[in-house]
Each structure stands twice: as C-alpha cells, then as structure tokens.
C-alpha cells in the first residue's frame, strides 16, 4: 500500500513536472521541422502553412553561393535564416524567402486582413540587397501574374524598380501600418511592380496589416479590386556582397 502511494504520488508528479520540463518554450505548439541548411538552386523546405524557398532565380553567371535553414516554427511564427556572398555582377541573384501557402487566390474585395510580423537583422550592412514582402496578383485565381506589390523593409545600398532613373517615387511620405513609405513604380516585364519603401532607415520589425497597402493600391492607384491574390512572401533580395540574414520571429496569415 505504501509502495502503490509512492508510485501514484510519484506519477502524479511526473505529469505535472512535465509541462515545465523546457521553460520558454510552447509545447503545444512547437512544431517538428527540417532544420537542415539547404543550398540547392530551388529548395524548398515545408514548415506548417509556410514554406522556406532558396529561389535563387539570378544566379545564372554569377560567381557565389547561398544557403538557408529553418530554425523553428511555433504557431504560425516561424524563424529562418539565409547566408549569401555572391561578386557583383549588376543583378538581384535571388530571392529567398518564407511563402505562406493556405488562403490565396482571394479576391483583393474579399481580404479582410493580413495580420504579419516581421523581426529581422542582417549581420553586415556593407553590402546591396533589400528585404521586402513580395505580393502578386491575378487576373484570375492561380492565373499569370499582373502586379507585383513589393514592400521593402531595408534598402540596403539597391533601389526600387521605375520607369525612369535616377527613381523617383509616385507618392511621397504614405502612413500606412503604423511606418512611412514613399512609393514607386515601374515594369518588370508585362508585370506592373508596385514598391513601398521606407521614407527613412530601416525597418526591422514590422508588425501591421498587409491587406492596408493591397487596398491603398486600389483606392488611390487604380488597381482593380477584382484581382486575385496569388503569392504572398517576405524575403531578400541579394545583389552583391556577403552576410546573413536572421528572421527571429515571421507571421503573416489572409483573412
Ligand atoms: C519583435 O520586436 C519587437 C521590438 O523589439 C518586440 O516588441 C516584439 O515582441 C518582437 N516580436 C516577436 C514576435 O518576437
Ligand atoms: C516628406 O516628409 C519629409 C520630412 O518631413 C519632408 O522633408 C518632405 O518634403 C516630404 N515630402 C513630400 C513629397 O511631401
């Protein structure tokens, strides 16, 4: 009896200790991940509804490498890092980046909201690249895209797409999320590229709603509402030079 009141006590106190095992993390949502280091051309790797794309599009005749890795995924943030060094030769090499996957192809009129947080920091600002959202739309849901919306967190010694250099932009000083932007435009090939950009510095930690630039687009751009939204990531952008990117904490789901 005394031993059975032992062994009771003992496991009660096992399943009780349990939850405190790992303080800071959340067990409960802490999710299983590849965390590896991928260097491949188009890696992806998945993380719940995200997943972690190498993307290096640029890459043809440059000289470099690139590689970049899940840290964790908690909920719906996710942690990830990139490390590049690529010799310049005028172009972006790639854009590595987090893709949320569940809730496209809607209807621009029918987002209510894209919550997203963003905290980031690269190791090394002696170099040219930016970090941006990258958002695109369609005419029709999976269709060809016909705007690309970028929202530049950094632009670090690079510059936006424009229809004429040196680039100056279409709208000076927007508040929007809670930041100022001024805003660009410009072609990237038959895809009209919108670009939000910091009115100053940096930008490394953004917490707002992404659905406020789509709609300001509409309202004051002309874009169509009836467009559907077919990608949605946050990335970089390298051009020339080395370092790492760290994203600490990246959230962003469509409502
Ligand atoms: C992001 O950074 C801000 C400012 O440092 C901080 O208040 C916030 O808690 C961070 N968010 C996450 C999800 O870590
Ligand atoms: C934007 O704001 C800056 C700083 O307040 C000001 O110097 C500049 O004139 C503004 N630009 C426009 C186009 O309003």
């Given amino acids: 009896m005394r031993f059975l009141i032992f062994v009771l006590s003992s496991l009660t106190a096992l399943i009780v200790a349990a939850p405190l095992a790992e303080p800071g993390t959340d067990l409960e949502t802490r999710a299983s991940i590849d965390t590896g280091t991928h260097c491949g051309t188009w890696d992806t790797v998945q993380a719940g ?5 190498l993307n290096q599009w640029g890459i043809n005749g440059a000289t470099g490498s690139q590689c970049a890795g899940l840290k ?6 996710v942690s990830w890092w990139t490390t590049w060094s690529w010799s310049s030769n005028g172009g972006v090499k790639s854009f590595t980046n987090i893709q949320l996957n569940t809730n496209l192809n809607k209807k621009l009129s029918a987002i209510k909201s894209i919550p997203s947080t963003w905290n980031w920091s690269y190791s090394s600002y002696s170099m040219t690249a930016d970090v941006a959202y990258d958002l695109f739309t369609s005419n029709s849901a999976g269709g060809s895209h016909v705007m690309e919306v970028m929202i530049w967190l950094a632009n670090i010694n690079a510059g936006p797409l424009s229809t004429s250099y040196p680039a100056k932009p279409i709208a ?7 930041k100022s932007w001024n805003l660009y435009e410009g072609p990237n090939g038959n895809t009209k590229v919108f670009s939000f950009l910091p009115t100053s510095g940096r930008y490394t930690s953004f917490s707002g709603d992404i659905n406020l630039f789509l709609q300001y687009l ?15 990531q946050g990335g970089t952008e390298p051009f020339a030079g080395s370092a790492t990117l760290t994203t600490s904490s990246f959230s962003m789901s469509i409502n």
Avoid: K, R
Wanted: charged letters at 5%; proline letters at 0%; glycine letters at 10%.
């Fill in 72 to 77: 964790s995924l908690s909920g719906t943030t």
């Fill in 49 to 53: 509804q995200y997943s972690l794309n």
């Fill in 172 to 178: 000076s000083n927007l508040s929007i999320a809670g």
């Fill in 218 to 232: 509409v309202q004051h751009q002309g874009v169509s509402s009836s467009e559907y939204l077919t990608t949605a």
